[in-house]
């Protein structure tokens, strides 16, 4: 499956380029790599040093047409990200691969970035912006009639070979530790409710060695936090991000 993207360098304070620490955005549900929310977060990141690596999804804007499944076979997308970084042909070869990998997402996409990041060591820290805990109890808060809802589930299964069922980053979350995790969540949002940050970070912690953080932004609806915090928003990911890409003997 074709997965587009657009590959950053990241530029130093010497103005020299590094692809050192390479960070893994994803958006979420009906949007793309060419978001407002991930242009500006990107090139924030990128005039913080870090490289960047924006992906469409599948099914999502110029990535090959695929039906929507919510994180379960849109993970395989973050995964085929990674590989990339590791193996792929990178348009700046001269600046070499990545030596820390890093992931955000948001929404769907932080859903996505935990179920791929329960599979990838590689991802060496993650951030998620209104991710949810499972995407079947959000559905039957949806207009689909309760009655109805397991029959079309059921239907989409036999039809595409996907299980909703499954999409359940909370199970398996505590799997990232001992790697850090910040959760962040607006506390006015309406379409992920803020108790799906408390249900992650709580499962997350439910492990020796976690490494969990979570930050609720007041006011803030679904994924309004960067657009309500600004530069704050930004420093508090660059922050995050400086102190967990880091090689293991010089603090983690």
């Given at each position: 499956?074709?997965?587009r993207g657009?590959f ?5 304070a010497?103005g ?5 620490r390479?960070l893994?955005l994803?958006h979420?549900l009906h949007?793309n790599?060419a978001?407002p929310?991930?242009?500006g977060?990107?090139?924030n990141?990128?005039r913080?040093g870090?490289?960047i690596?924006?992906i469409?999804?599948?099914?999502h804007?110029q ?5 929507l499944?919510?994180g379960y076979f ?5 995964l ?7 193996s792929?042909t990178?348009p ?5 691969r990545?030596?820390f990998?890093?992931g955000?997402g948001d ?9 791929a990041a329960?599979?990838?060591p590689a991802l060496?820290?993650?951030i ?7 995407i ?6 949806s207009?689909v009639p309760?009655?109805?809802l397991p ?10 070979g996907?299980?909703y069922?499954?999409v359940r980053?909370?199970d398996?979350?505590?799997?990232i530790?001992?790697?850090?995790i910040?959760?962040?969540q607006g506390?006015a949002?309406t379409?992920?409710?803020p108790?799906?940050m408390?249900e ?8 020796r060695?976690a490494?969990v ?8 609806n679904?994924i309004?936090?960067f657009q309500?915090?600004g ?7 660059a ?10 003997t010089?603090?983690?």
């Open positions: 499956m074709k997965i657009w950053i360098p990241g530029m130093l010497n020299h380029l590094t692809t050192e390479t893994i994803v979420g949007s790599r978001s929310l991930l242009l977060l990107s090139a990141l990128a913080r870090f490289a690596l924006d469409d999804l599948r099914g804007g990535s090959a047409p695929a039906p499944s919510m849109e993970q395989r997308d973050v085929g990200a990674v590989d990339f970084l590791h792929g990178l700046y070869p001269e600046l070499g990545p030596r990998i890093g955000w929404s769907m996409g932080g859903a996505t970035m935990l179920l329960s599979h990838e060496k820290a993650i998620t912006d209104s991710a949810f805990a499972a079947v109890p959000l559905l039957k808060e207009n309760p009655l109805f029959g079309v589930l059921e239907s989409i299964r036999a039809l595409y996907i299980n069922y499954t980053p909370v398996v979350v505590a799997e530790a001992p790697r850090p910040l959760f962040i506390t949002d379409v992920v409710p108790d799906n408390h992650l970070a709580s499962a997350a912690m439910d492990t060695h490494d953080h979570t930050w609720l932004v007041s006011g803030a679904h309004e936090s309500r915090m530069t704050v928003y930004v420093d508090r990911v922050k995050f991000f400086t102190a967990a890409l880091v090689p293991p010089a603090g983690r």
